[in-house]
């Protein structure tokens, strides 16, 4: 399995939620197929290296800062058992 570091950011919550669920289907699918290691998707965290900028959401007249929060993948690798001796 490639285990690229991958870091993701965006301004709300909700895309972190949506791409935690989508990982979590993923491993599922994968698992029932094959013994392959799982993704998990790291807790979010506040962005140090965020936007300053604060926008107003058109919709909600909700602000909101781009990139505000940033999470990561972690690769977990099977666990393999060692093999009986004969």
Known sequence: ???????????CMKSYELTRLQI???NQQLNTAT?????????????????PI????????VPAFSNAVIFHLEYRRP????????
């Open 1 to 11: 399995m490639l285990t690229v570091p991958a870091y993701f950011t965006d301004y």
């Open 79 to 86: 666990v393999t058992l060692p093999e009986a001796a004969p």
């Open 24 to 26: 979590d289907i993923v």
């Open 54 to 61: 604060r926008k107003q959401d058109l919709q909600t007249a």
């Open 35 to 51: 013994a392959a290691s799982s993704v998990r998707v790291s807790e979010p965290t506040l962005n140090p290296f965020r936007s």
